[in-house]
């Protein structure tokens, strides 16, 4: 498995406060992916990034922002947190040649409050 | 109709039972399909990769219908440890390494 890690992986913060999640990889994939986790809604993609400062949107990133000033970290912010934020978040990463096979972190368990 | 759509389940299956899922997908020009597996508040892990010809690992076989635009698992011979959900792939609209993920399948193997 590729050497995910996210950090943090439980938080608890109150409505209106920016929130960084960072996805940090070993593997030095090409592609980093962030996506959210609800119930009945399985994973929906929120940004992803195909190189270092190269990024796109997915079907849900309204109220999130990314970064990736290198290649092995992938920030995602929560500018103002909103309850409907409250999610568990997951990163992951593909080599991005041939196959999009994606590997994932742990995820991080977000509430907001 | 949806990117990608599966039957939610949840599938009860004995144990030594053949399951079998499927997924449909909307975008014809897609190429590379996968099926993963998800254990409880854990991350989603590759099961497999699904090829036009079909792929075969061990108990678990996976299949493309590009003709009806959908794929398919089948699980024989179910062990309790199978009990998890799975999660069909296929590529996002626009091409590049967009993904699109399934809602998922849950699948309980009892004894």
């Known amino acids: 498995d590729a050497g995910i890690t996210q950090s943090p992986r439980h938080k608890v913060t109150e409505t209106g406060t920016p929130v960084t999640l960072r996805c940090h990889q070993t593997?030095?994939?090409?592609?980093m992916y962030w996506y959210r986790q609800d119930p009945g809604h399985g994973l929906r993609l929120i940004h992803y990034?195909?190189?270092?400062?190269?990024?796109d949107k997915g079907e849900v990133s309204d109220g999130y922002s990314v970064s990736r000033s290198k290649t092995e970290d992938f920030l995602l912010t929560l500018e103002s947190a909103t309850s409907s934020q409250t999610s568990v978040y997951f990163c992951?990463?593909?080599?991005?040649?041939?196959?999009?096979?994606?590997?994932f972190g742990p995820g991080t368990r977000l509430t907001v409050l | 109709r949806k990117e990608v759509e599966q039957d939610p389940g949840p599938f009860n299956v004995p144990e030594g039972a053949t399951v079998a899922f499927n997924c449909t997908y909307s975008?014809?020009?897609?190429?590379?399909f996968f099926w993963y597996r998800q254990d409880c508040r854990k991350e989603p892990k590759l099961l497999m990769s699904?090829?036009?010809s079909g792929n075969e690992d061990g108990r678990f076989t996976a299949q493309l219908n590009r003709a009806s635009q959908y794929i398919s698992l089948l699980i024989r011979d179910s062990k309790l440890s199978d009990s998890a959900t799975y999660l069909c792939?296929?590529?996002?609209?626009?091409?590049?390494?967009?993904?699109?993920f399934g809602a998922g399948t849950r699948l309980f193997v009892k004894a």
């Open positions: 992951a990463t593909a080599v991005g040649t041939g196959t999009n096979e994606q590997f």
């Open positions: 593997e030095n994939h090409r592609y």
């Open positions: 990034s195909y190189g270092v400062k190269d990024t």
């Open positions: 975008n014809s020009a897609s190429q590379s």
């Open positions: 699904v090829y036009s």
């Open positions: 792939v296929v590529p996002g609209k626009g091409g590049g390494f967009k993904t699109i």
